[in-house]
């Protein structure tokens, strides 16, 4: 082939790549459009309304009965320190640990999720997975996590 | 050999990370909320966008007559990610990826999640390469 032939087939070449691709993008808004209109876990249009609700620990230390509290941390940072009587369940070992959260769990128990702080995303995440997998409703993250609830022991 | 085994692990990964984020849309706009780049509303829209996309792309790749599309589709998701898990990262926000549903959290796990989009952007480009290649073979081929 001589250089303007290549030059030729390149450009057909990515010109049809680019008309698929194009395809591609535009066929891709019928499941989505599907989606958004029935998926059963399709996202709201306000982030308030799709994060789990947050609670004070001022709150939390007041529910009544069975209080369940959630370390959504990495193992290392439990070990460390955590929330006297807290059980660890993170995503990265949600098998290992579960089983642990569904022994000490009771119907009408009531669950608070904590990470790090307030900037943390892995309590959002724990819960939203606690609610959606075991069905439990009362699942809350507990506001500003574990810096929150240091700060509450001064 | 080499090629198609490269095209099939492509495949299954976009087709396993969609398949995920299409289970959990909701789930996923939080997600791409977290990396506070867009407003959530955007958010939202994108999550229930991007994981047909993949799918869709995911599919097309072992399909010979779209593959072309399917790889430019995939490597430019693929920038895209990379810059966006980068940024992430830069900034030290405590997020997972995003990208397969329940990942680790936090810095380091990001750099993880940073290594597997290059490489996956890496490998998109050298089978669009090979595309091209095999494309011009068939084009001297015809010619010659």
Not at chain 1, 69 to 84: G, M, N, W, Y
Request: proline letters at 5%.
């Amino acid at each position: 082939m001589t250089a303007p032939d290549k030059m030729n087939a390149a450009r057909a070449f990515f010109f049809r790549a680019f008309r698929q691709a194009g395809v591609l993008l535009l066929a891709a808004l019928i499941p989505a459009l599907l989606a958004g209109a029935f998926h059963p876990r399709r996202p709201s249009w306000s982030r308030d309304q799709t994060m789990i609700p947050e609670v004070a620990w001022s709150t939390v230390r007041e529910w009544p009965g069975l209080r369940l509290l959630v370390d959504a941390r990495s193992e290392e940072a439990f070990r460390r320190q955590h929330i006297p009587g807290a059980l660890p369940l993170s995503e990265v070992q949600w098998e290992e640990r579960l089983p642990a959260f569904i022994k000490a769990w009771q119907p009408g128990a009531r669950v608070a999720v904590y990470c790090d702080n307030a900037g943390c995303q892995a309590s959002q995440a724990v819960a939203r997975r606690l609610r959606r997998e075991l069905g439990i409703n009362d699942v809350f993250v507990l506001k500003g996590g574990w810096g929150a609830w240091l700060e509450a022991q001064k | 050999m080499i090629t198609s085994a490269g095209r099939i692990v492509l495949a299954a990964v976009f087709l396993y990370a969609g398949g995920l984020k299409a289970l959990d849309p909701a789930g996923f706009a939080l997600s791409i909320d977290n990396y506070r780049l867009l407003p959530y509303p955007a958010a939202a829209a994108l999550a229930l966008y991007l994981p047909w996309l993949e799918l869709g792309c995911g599919l097309a790749v072992l399909w010979l007559r779209i593959r072309p599309g399917a790889l430019v589709v995939l490597l430019g998701l693929g920038l895209v990610f990379s810059g966006v898990i980068a940024s992430a990262w830069l900034r030290s926000l405590d997020i997972g990826c995003g990208c397969f549903g329940g990942d680790a959290h936090g810095r380091s796990a990001l750099a993880v999640s940073l290594v597997r989009s290059v490489f996956l952007v890496l490998l998109c480009g050298w089978l669009l390469g090979r595309e091209w290649e095999q494309h011009s073979a068939d084009g001297a081929g015809r010619s010659g």
